[in-house]
Nanobody, 127 residues
Framework: QVQLVESGGGLVQAGGSLRLSCTAS????????MGWFRQAPGKEREFVAA??????YYADSVKGRFTISRDNAKNTMYLLMNSLKPQDTAVYYC??????????????????????WGQGTQVTVSS
């Protein structure tokens, strides 16, 4: 069983930045595809970004503003969010998949492709 714990959420003004962190209890963290999803009130959970060896993959809505990264020595993944907009307001979830090739496939955007989830961290962007 892998436990994921997110941190770094909060309230920020539009145009500001936040960095989210996700720390995993996995022994072989480096072999997991890691992802970020978000869920706004009344909406479905949606893909934000994913990462494995070959860099990050992003939803169009965040491309150029968000950067996903990971530090395998610390079992931690990050999401640096710049130029935040009110529409970025949501609960952000960290996810992990045992499929190390997932990040390179189109199904990386599906919640069902991930095996483990964190509890979420709230990000609120005020206008």
């Amino acid at each position: 069983q892998v436990q994921l714990v997110e941190s770094g959420g909060g309230l920020v003004q539009a145009g500001g930045s936040l960095r989210l962190s996700c720390t995993a209890s996995a022994r072989s963290f480096s072999t997991y595809t890691m992802g970020w999803f978000r869920q706004a009130p009344g909406k479905e959970r949606e893909f934000v970004a994913a990462i494995m060896w070959s860099g990050g993959y992003y939803a169009d809505s965040v491309k150029g503003r968000f950067t996903i990264s990971r530090d395998n020595a610390k079992n931690t993944m990050y999401l640096l969010m710049n130029s935040l907009k009110p529409q970025d307001t949501a609960v952000y979830y960290c996810a992990a998949s045992r499929d190390s090739l997932l990040a390179m496939r189109n199904d990386r955007v599906l919640t069902g492709s991930y095996d483990y989830w964190g509890q979420g961290t709230q990000v609120t962007v005020s206008s």
